[in-house]
């Protein structure tokens, strides 16, 4: 990754990808932290890919955040096929999983912002017993409805208060993206986009085995634990995706004979 990560990145259905892997998200995320930069970290997949393509809109707010992590095993082997042959998935439960342990050591403190006070107070509870010494500073779990501007003044004003210097977002794609873009200048700290982290890490849903995470078939895995929420999504957005990227791969190839 160079040292701006939005100069000569690839780009998926328009929206930008950067080429990246655990560790120097990782080193990176903690190196903006240290400098006390406010930047926005997002993680994408299919969801956001669709989202983005669909809406030029949020698609500009993903082009526009300081790091764009290939999330999804569609979006990896679509890389692969562009010729970044080397590059793997870098999975925001994941990397938050990894993140939290080098916090830890390094003793700065975090934050969460997003999701349930249920799912909040036991994310909690589960980070301390596995980071015993862990500084989490702020966590708050916003209401299920469009917030004003004194109600986001006021979340914003106690994230600054607090002091934590990385943020982690669990509002939900698109509307985690969308609150990290509009309040980026405003959020004095490195805030990432990291979705169901927070419940898989609470432990109130079932993440994928590996080996379901390796071939690609999360979504599928997801699908069947979630039917209700997740059948819409998926079968709407998965045979556009692969339509649509079969479409700019085969005119990508055109244009490169030519």
């Not at 830890?104 to 999701?115: K, Q, T, V, Y």
Request: proline content about 6%; charged content about 20%.
């Amino acid at each position: 990754m160079t040292s701006n990560p939005r100069e000569k990145q690839p780009s998926i259905l328009g929206m930008r990808i950067d080429t990246t892997s655990y560790e120097e998200t990782c080193a990176t995320i903690l190196g903006w932290q240290a400098s006390n930069e406010n930047r926005t970290v997002c993680f994408a997949n299919v969801h956001m890919a669709m989202t983005a393509y669909d809406s030029p809109g949020f698609r500009g707010m993903i082009n526009d955040a300081d790091l764009v992590t290939p999330d999804g095993m569609p979006l990896v082997w679509t890389l692969r096929l562009m010729g970044y042959k080397e590059q793997n998935r870098v999975y925001g439960p994941t990397l938050t999983d990894r993140l939290l342990g080098l916090v830890e050591e390094a003793d700065i403190p975090i934050g969460f912002l997003g999701s349930t006070p249920e799912v909040i107070e036991k994310l909690q509870e589960q980070i301390l017993h596995k980071h015993p010494a862990i500084r989490i500073v702020y966590a708050f779990s916003p209401p299920f409805r469009s917030l004003d501007e004194e109600e986001t003044q006021a979340i914003i004003d106690q994230i600054n208060y607090s002091k934590a210097r990385i943020l982690f977002v669990g509002l939900g794609c698109p509307k985690q993206e969308i609150w990290m873009h509009e309040n980026k200048g405003s959020v004095g700290a490195v805030m990432l986009g990291v979705g169901a982290a927070f419940d898989f890490i609470a432990g109130k849903k079932r993440q994928a085995p590996l080996w379901i995470q390796h071939i690609g078939m999360e979504w599928f895995y997801r699908l069947m634990t979630e039917p209700n929420r997740l059948m819409k999504r998926y079968v709407y957005n998965n045979p556009r995706f692969i339509i649509a990227v079969t479409r700019e791969l085969i005119g990508r190839q055109f244009n490169k004979n030519k």
